[in-house]
C-alpha cells in the first residue's frame, strides 16, 4: 500500500481528497506499490526560497522534486521512500490561466510531473522530455484531465 501525505501550507481551498484519489490513479498506472513520499502545497515565495537553496536559481518556479532514491531496487522494510513534491500554488493558477486550462488540469499536470520525476524520469534531452510528457499525458487522459 502506498502512503504520502498532502500537506497545504497556503491560504488557498484546495481539495486534497480529489488529489489522494488521482495520485492513487497515477501510481496504480504505473504499477508503483509500497511507496511513501510527501506532496506539499506552497507559495510563490517558498518554492523562490527553495529553488535558489537547492538549484541555485533565484526565481520562483511551479513545482520541484526531491528524488530520495538513486534507483528503483531501493527498498526499505516499509517500502521505497520516493521523496517530496513542492508545487506553488499561485504560479499554479497563473499558468492555469496562461495556458487556457483549469486550474484542476494545471495542478494535475504539476502533481504527475512531480510524481515521475520522482520515479526517475527526466526532459534533460529531446528523448527524455518525449517520455515523460507522453506518460504524462497517458496519466492524465486515462483520469479525464484534458485541456
Known amino acids: 500500500m502506498n502512503q504520502f501525505e498532502i500537506i497545504n501550507e497556503t491560504n488557498e481551498e484546495i481539495d486534497l481528497q480529489e ?3 488521482f495520485l492513487n490513479y ?4 504505473k504499477k508503483i506499490r509500497n ?3 510527501d506532496v506539499i502545497l506552497v507559495d ?3 518554492i523562490r526560497k527553495i529553488n535558489k ?3 541555485s536559481i533565484d526565481k520562483e518556479t ?3 522534486s526531491f528524488a530520495f532514491e538513486d534507483n528503483e531496487d531501493m527498498t526499505f522494510d516499509c517500502g521505497r521512500i ?3 513534491i513542492y508545487i506553488a500554488i499561485p504560479k499554479m493558477k497563473m499558468q492555469a490561466k496562461e495556458y487556457g486550462h483549469s486550474e484542476k488540469r494545471e495542478l494535475f499536470f504539476l502533481l504527475v510531473h512531480g510524481l515521475l520525476h520522482l520515479l526517475g ?3 534533460m534531452t529531446k528523448d527524455d522530455e518525449e517520455i515523460m510528457f507522453k506518460e504524462q499525458e497517458l496519466i492524465l487522459d486515462g483520469y479525464g484531465i484534458t485541456r
Do not use: W
Request: glycine residues 4%; negative net charge.
Open 121 to 123: 524520469y527526466d526532459h
Open 26 to 29: 497515477a501510481l496504480k498506472c
Open 53 to 55: 537553496e537547492y538549484r
Open 62 to 64: 511551479d513545482v520541484i
Open 44 to 46: 510563490n515565495k517558498t
Open 19 to 21: 488529489l489522494e484519489k
Open 35 to 37: 511507496a511513501i513520499f
Open 82 to 84: 520516493l521523496g517530496e
